[in-house]
């Protein structure tokens, strides 16, 4: 078994030719806010609903919360779980939190008390840094319930209280930079079983990737980049995201939503050049491109993401934007795809995209990890100069996630193009991509066998047309009265789990079909419930 490690470093051998080629450059986050305040510093650098800052404001601020954060006792090295909406304090509190050589933890605005219990005791997190009431809930409350639970949180910080205000204030100091080869922050995996594991992110592998996006990207210091999703995120967050426009030094509009009336609004505001949204979102936002006043004509290009974008999606997203189409396809655990904005029309509508590294190694394979012929679909392998040898304390689940020389296994099926543009064709992993959003199906099996009604339950995927998939609950009932559909969506919502992994649907049936060795066979689930779906598409549980 593999030791349970903080961050699995790359060969020195690896790491060493990584440093030559230039890709880690020896940064940190908080030096690279130094540099881009001293070139841009009265170019505005964040935008939100109610406030803008320019760069030397935000360094400032920066400055600021690292100082109170450490006068508070959070020592490098700490970890502090960052849940905030789409605020322009998202950014200074990150930037703070690295430059007192703290790792920030991203927990989304959706997680409830169930996720942020699993993610601060798995990181044995020193502080949960939220807002107060946001969307009609309570994180505040959530926190300190979280707080109580786990030990070593000491501090719960919640913006717009008097203590936040305090710390915000306190006077600047100068701090220690820390490794730039050790870890900035742990981002949240997709959790393809159970919650997700922790990605551990380095300063120079995440600036490696943050440069090349925004130069793919072209962003430059006029663009100006929309976040509509939520910014925690790994693609709002870099790809090329609000880290992307502040390297060009560009400014980010963080948007509270993501609707259409909401982003619309926006971009005609802020002149909005850029933006990436997931296929559903990029489908809700055509539909109300045909009946929008808004003046649109500054977008230059829709990145979409998070999930595939199928062909007759992306061909009618320029003729109805106005703008230029960039497919991505990437991971937080590191590999990043774009299709380059010169590519020709059928690589763009049919692909997504090719790496954005020399250097990233690329392998296709079959169930017994040989490579399959160009152009036929297999289990993507990957390595390289950003993508993480290991996830945080994970040795166990290392083992089989990483190939024995390191190549990460995505769980993702593809085809690789002549040019080296992959095609997406599904995924290998239990998982299920809601929009975009990825939900484990053993999570969700654990919280409805919790219910004294429920005997046995499993969780499967069915196609939907804006959503790409949506959830199946298949549950056998215990002896007595069974619980209704209505009945156990209410109580995994009460469980205080995120909304978008309550199962859509429910069914309960008398028994599960099992394989020769008697195992549940989601195989013949899946083929149950899409025979239901035909016949059915518009049913909800």
């Not at 090349?212 to 693609?235: G, K, M, W």
């Not at 095609?423 to 199906?441: F, L, Y």
């Amino acid at each position: 078994m593999l030791p349970d490690l903080d961050h699995t470093p790359w060969p020195p051998e690896v790491a060493a030719h990584y440093r030559a080629a230039g890709y880690w450059r020896g940064q940190t986050f908080g030096s690279l806010l130094t540099a881009l305040t001293a070139a841009h510093a009265g170019r505005t650098a964040v935008i939100g609903e109610e406030a803008r800052w320019t760069f030397a404001e935000l360094d400032d601020r920066a400055h600021r919360i690292a100082a109170g954060l450490v006068a508070r006792g959070i020592r490098a090295g700490d970890r502090v779980v960052v849940q905030l909406p789409n605020v322009p304090e998202f950014l200074a509190v990150i930037f703070g939190l690295w430059r007192a050589g703290a790792w920030p933890v991203f927990a989304l605005p959706a997680h409830r008390e169930s996720e942020l219990r699993h993610f601060a005791g798995q990181a044995e997190a020193a502080a949960i840094v939220t807002v107060g009431v946001h969307e009609r809930h309570d994180h505040a409350a959530t926190a300190r319930a979280v707080a109580d639970d786990v030990p070593s949180v000491e501090h719960v910080l919640v913006l717009d209280t008097p203590e936040w205000a305090e710390l915000a204030g306190t006077a600047p100091r100068e701090l220690p930079d820390p490794d730039p080869e050790g870890v900035a922050f742990l981002q949240l995996s997709g959790g393809s079983t159970g919650l997700p594991k922790l990605i551990p992110r380095t300063h120079d592998d995440y600036l490696y990737s943050v440069r090349e996006s925004a130069r793919i990207c072209r962003l430059r210091p006029e663009s100006v980049y929309l976040a509509a999703l939520p910014v925690a995120h790994n693609y709002p967050l870099s790809s090329p995201g609000v880290l992307g426009a502040l390297h060009a030094g560009a400014a980010s509009v963080l948007s509270p939503r993501p609707d259409a009336d909401t982003a619309f609004r926006l971009i005609e505001r802020e002149h909005v050049t850029i933006t990436g949204v997931v296929p559903p979102l990029a489908a809700a936002w055509v539909q109300a491109a045909a009946r929008t006043t808004r003046d649109l004509s500054s977008l230059e290009v829709l990145l979409v993401g998070g999930a595939k974008c199928g062909r007759e999606l992306a061909a009618r997203i320029g003729p109805a934007l106005g703008c230029t189409l960039q497919q991505v396809f990437g991971m937080a655990e590191g590999l990043v795809n774009y299709t380059r904005l010169d590519d020709p029309e059928e690589l763009v509508l049919g692909t997504q995209g090719r790496p954005i590294s020399l250097d990233d190694e690329i392998r296709v394979v079959d169930e017994q990890d040989r490579d399959v012929p160009p152009g036929e679909t297999g289990a993507l392998l990957t390595r390289g100069p950003y993508t993480i040898r290991g996830y945080y304390r994970a040795g166990a689940h290392n083992a089989t996630a990483f190939t024995a020389d390191g190549f990460y296994r995505t769980g993702d099926l593809v085809r690789r193009k002549p040019s080296g543009h992959i095609e997406v064709v599904g995924r290998a992993k239990e998982q299920i991509n809601r929009g975009g959003e990825k939900v484990a199906a053993e999570e969700v099996e654990d919280h409805l066998m919790a219910h004294p009604g429920v005997l046995d339950a499993a969780v499967v995927a069915v196609a939907d047309q804006y959503l790409g998939e949506r959830t199946c609950a298949y549950v056998v009932a215990a002896e007595g009265a069974a619980p209704t559909a209505p009945e156990l969506r209410k109580f995994v919502r009460q469980r205080g789990i995120a909304a978008f992994k309550v199962p859509d649907l429910v069914e309960i049936v008398p028994a599960f079909p099992v394989t020769g060795v008697g195992k549940t066979s989601k195989r013949e689930l899946r083929a149950a419930l899409s025979e239901l779906a035909a016949l059915a598409p518009d049913l909800k549980g």
